[in-house]
């Protein structure tokens, strides 16, 4: 242990001695015309090597090194300057590393910062052009700026699993009941946005007041329909919704930049029929009644946005996966 600190203090003091030669290099290159003339012939690159800036950029980094490992001495540590140096990027590395996994535009900004730096220094130090230091700076900046986003705007993982969550209550009221297709009710004055599920092997049609005064409990065996609050219930009160969003809007506000449950969203309309295309939708939900009778996530929360919009009651008939493509057709009924 005490011969490798013996070398280290050696290693120190060569340090200070080539800052201070290097120092005396550059005043003699300064003073000296000889000297310059017989560089500029036989060893161009020593005139770049003895420019003030580059001395002191060489002089800078060696006196940190030393300073580093002296601070490394007198606390003891048992890891040399190499190891502690090592051990830093490896925690770099990890840190990078994270940042990469999130989303491509942590990539663009990861080498935004990389070329910034690059020429921030090749024009500070070498080209000496001032204008690109700046644009190189610039380039930092942005590029921190980009890494330090949120890598989710959206909902994400966390809000599909709290609307997946939504979905068991009902389908804990369903889990004993042979359900039907439900309607989805428009909000009254502003109000809630209720799902009618019909109760049986058989349905009939009913009036939109005849469906709004449903019982929200199961009450009997006889019972012909329920009441139940879909997860998209509350969607009337957004305030991006009383703005005079289209419907396509309003879904890709609702699917895509909230609940993050599909990456793209298409709407054809034909009369009272309505399809909406998602691709990337996620459509596995542990309520299956749920999924049978309000549809999977992503088409039961589409049925609350066009019964929002529309202010009419709205039914899904039937949604087809493809790929990663989901369709589904729903229908106004008057």
């Known amino acids: 242990m005490a011969n490798n600190r013996l070398g280290e203090a050696l290693i120190d003091i060569q340090t200070i001695i080539i800052v ?6 550059l005043r003699e290159e300064q003073d000296n015309a000889y000297l310059r003339t017989w560089l500029f012939n036989n060893f161009p690159l020593g005139l770049y090597l003895l420019s003030p800036l580059t001395v002191v950029a060489i002089s800078g980094t060696l006196l940190i090194l030393t300073v580093a490992r002296i601070v490394l001495f007198v606390t003891g540590s048992n890891r040399t300057l190499v190891e502690e140096v090592l051990q830093r990027l490896k925690g770099l590395k990890e840190q990078l590393l994270e940042l990469n996994t999130a989303e491509k535009s942590n990539y663009s900004a990861m080498i935004l910062t990389s070329f ?19 644009l190189g700076i610039s380039c930092i900046i942005l590029g921190f700026t980009a890494l330090s986003l949120p890598r989710q705007i959206g909902g994400g993982p966390g809000m599909r699993a709290m609307l997946e969550g939504a979905t068991l209550s009902v389908e804990a009221l369903l889990e004993a009941s042979t359900v ?7 909000p009254a004055d502003g109000g809630i946005i209720f799902a009618y599920i019909p109760l049986g092997p058989q349905s009939e049609n009913l009036s939109l007041n005849e469906m709004r005064q449903a019982p929200k409990s199961l009450i009997g065996d006889h ?14 009160r957004i305030p991006e919704f009383q703005d005079g969003l289209s419907l396509e809007e309003g879904l890709r506000y609702v699917l895509i930049e909230s609940a993050d449950i599909c990456s793209r969203v298409m709407v054809e309309q034909a009369g009272n029929l309505i399809v909406v295309g998602m691709k990337g939708a996620h459509v596995d939900i542990q309520g299956k009644n749920y999924q049978k009778s309000l549809g999977s996530l992503p088409s ?15 039914t899904l008939m039937d949604e087809r996966k493809n790929s990663d493509r989901l369709i589904a057709r729903f229908r106004l009924l008057e």
């Open 20 to 25: 201070g030669l290097l120092y005396w290099l």
């Open 116 to 134: 910034g730096t690059v020429l921030a220094l090749y024009s500070y130090f070498i080209a000496r052009i001032i204008p690109l230091v700046a």
């Open 180 to 186: 039907g297709r439900a309607t989805y009710l428009p």
């Open 223 to 236: 019972q012909k329909g329920l009441l139940v609050y879909p997860v998209g219930s509350e969607l009337n």
């Open 300 to 314: 039961s929360l589409a049925a609350c946005v066009v019964a929002t919009f529309y202010r009419k009651p709205v």
